[in-house]
């Protein structure tokens, strides 16, 4: 049973690079973007290898000046290799990096929770401005409150 269990998670851990970007890509036709939850729960093996590639990236392991170069050739001519190492699986080659930049990979999640965060703030001092306290109730909703005063 033990080894069934790690056969298992073996196998999990390797899936191949373009299996974790086909189901990112059907993630991204879903929803606009690539910018999956850490806590993801209809894939979250998606979103720990999302995070991975985020700090593969951060990590500097490709040069700017060779990403560049590479995104000037055309991103559809990627082989699939279905017989990858683990290690094959978490590397972040030029290849890759310009594939996941054609379809809107955003290399930084901080960037978004921050962009989010300060748009929601801003909403909520005009709100304060406008009504004189932050208790928000939970059906407000701005746009509606908009229209009603037309």
Not at 33 to 39: K, L
Not at 100 to 113: R, T
Request: with cysteine; glycine share 2%; charged share 30%.
């Amino acid at each position: 049973e033990e080894l069934n269990v790690r056969s298992r998670r073996q196998q999990q851990q390797l899936v191949s690079w373009n299996d974790r970007f086909d189901q990112l890509l059907h993630f991204q036709r879903g929803y606009n973007h690539c910018r999956v939850p850490m806590r993801y729960k209809a894939n979250p093996q998606l979103a720990r290898w999302v995070a991975l590639m985020r700090s593969l990236y951060r990590r500097n392991e490709i040069s700017a000046a060779t990403v560049a170069e590479e995104q000037q050739k055309s991103p559809s001519n990627y082989s699939s290799n279905k017989t990858q190492s683990k290690k094959d699986v978490n590397q972040l080659t030029q290849e890759r990096i310009v594939k996941l930049n054609s379809i809107g990979f955003e290399w930084s999640a901080i960037k978004y929770e921050r962009t989010s965060w300060e748009g929601k703030f801003q909403e909520l001092v005009e709100y304060k401005s406008k009504f004189g306290h932050t208790r928000v109730p939970r059906d407000y909703n701005k746009h509606r409150e908009h229209d009603s005063n037309s």
